[in-house]
């Protein structure tokens, strides 16, 4: 898996849970947060519904949170890592990125590139079973937020492929710059 750093840890959050509610775009993968962490699922909610987040969910279910997202992105079971290099490849072919923040901060962009450049939307849309305008859509949402936050949990991790998945998620806080600094992250 070609990345901009090192995987995340599991479990691992960049950012507070108090900042959940102050981030204007919320992407959620492979959790179900007001069954698994409802605390943090409240904030969630005080995030949409008082504050006007922007909600996407990429999980195969429709949970809870379901109602209340911009964009679900019910993807099959197994394909995280092509729905999130789908949405790389459409931040960069958009020019969305943070260049930026990529060269300050990251290392192996042009390996990054190379990657999903095998993810045109179509090919995502094929792996995932998600519309490609859908996943255009959660990528141009994403990416076009002042601030955005990703949260992740075992539909995330508990995959053969868990720390492929993980770095997937950092890759796309990383290509965007949407780490290290407030109401942002990957948590």
């Given at each position: ?86 949405m ?6 958009e ?28 090919r ?59 109401s942002?992250?990957?948590?």
């Amino acid at each position: 898996m070609a990345g901009l750093a090192a995987a995340f840890g599991s479990g691992a959050m960049t950012n507070s849970v108090d900042e959940i509610e102050h981030t204007p775009v919320i992407f959620i993968i492979g959790s179900n947060t007001t069954e698994q962490h409802p605390l943090v699922g409240r904030r969630i909610l005080r995030a949409v519904r008082e504050r006007g987040a922007q909600l996407i969910i990429a999980d195969p279910r429709a949970i809870d949170l379901t109602g209340f997202a911009s964009i679900h992105l019910q993807l099959r079971p197994g394909t995280n890592i092509a729905l999130l290099n789908g949405m790389i490849q459409v931040i960069l072919s958009e020019n969305l990125h943070n260049q930026e923040f990529i060269n300050q901060r990251t290392e192996g962009f042009d390996a990054l590139k190379e990657t999903v450049s095998r993810y045109p939307l179509e090919r995502a849309a094929a792996i995932t079973g998600v519309p490609a305008e859908d996943i255009r859509k959660a990528a141009l949402l994403y990416a076009g937020a002042e601030r955005a936050s990703i949260l992740y949990c075992m539909g995330v991790t508990q995959h053969a492929s868990g720390t492929n998945q993980v770095m997937a998620v950092a890759n796309l806080a990383m290509v965007t710059g949407n780490l290290g600094k407030e109401s942002t992250g990957v948590n």
